[in-house]
Every structure is written in C-alpha cells, then in structure tokens.
C-alpha cells in the first residue's frame, strides 16, 4: 500500500506533481496552497501544479533528528535544501547524495518518508537532474 504524508501537497501522484496557489490578482505562488494570497491578502487564488523540476538555492545537511512531527524508520543524517521551481521557492529532501551545489538542476521525486504496517508513507524529495 502506499501513502503521503499529506495528500493535500500533491496536484498529483503519477506523475508526481506539487499543489501550490497562484493569486489571480498579484500573480503571487505559494505552497502549500493556500485559500487566499498571503501577499496582497486577495482570496482569488487557483490551486496550480507546480514545475517538477528547479535548481537548488541553498542546501544544508541535517545532522540531528528533527523534533516531532517528523519521523522515519531510524534517523540517519539527510539534505534538505531550498529548491527554485521558478513561480516559488519549496523546501525539500534532497535525495540520492550528501553533497550539492547551489544552482544544480533538480527534480521532484516521490521517497518513502516511513513505514506504518504494511504501508509505506511517502513524501516529496528533489533528486539530482544530472
Ligand atoms: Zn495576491
């Protein structure tokens, strides 16, 4: 079986896609979406699939484990980075290496997040391109 941390953060899961929203009135894009425009407070917003891939804006290794609600299957040290998709910038994993460089192209990706049961959980992560 398989799940998401969240389903609401996806526009969808095959391929996989990220829901953000867009300001009809600013053009302002954001994600998670949201139900009204967090720059010019307008509430015309249209949930959009955002661009699957970006290039990483900066990056950093996490070395501890992060406090609840965070989990996984046993800690190990991971990337997390901020990634430009273009229309906004999303925080993310960064999967599939230890080291990364600001301005590398990145895609997203669907990575297992944890088990529960049979059920694997997965979230949103940004391998490398290349
Ligand atoms: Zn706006």
Not at 15 to 44: H, I, M, N, W, Y
Not at 71 to 90: E, Q
Not at 111 to 127: L, S
Request: negative net charge; glycine residues 10%; hydrophobic residues 40%.
């Amino acid at each position: 079986m398989t799940a998401t941390v969240d389903d609401s953060l996806f526009a969808s899961l095959d391929p996989v896609a990220l829901k953000g929203s867009s300001c009809t009135a600013c053009g302002a894009t954001v994600f998670p979406a949201l139900g009204s425009c967090p720059v010019c407070t307008g509430v015309d917003v249209e949930q959009v699939a955002l661009p699957t891939e970006g290039t990483v804006w900066s990056w950093t290794t996490q070395n501890f484990e992060p406090k609840s609600p965070f989990r996984s299957d046993g800690f190990a040290p991971f990337s997390i980075g901020y990634v430009d998709l273009g229309p906004v910038i999303v925080e993310g994993w960064l999967v599939g290496r230890a080291e990364w460089s600001i301005g590398e192209p990145v895609r997203l990706v669907l990575t297992k997040a944890w088990t529960e049961g049979d059920t694997v959980v997965h979230t949103y992560a940004f391998e490398a391109a290349s």
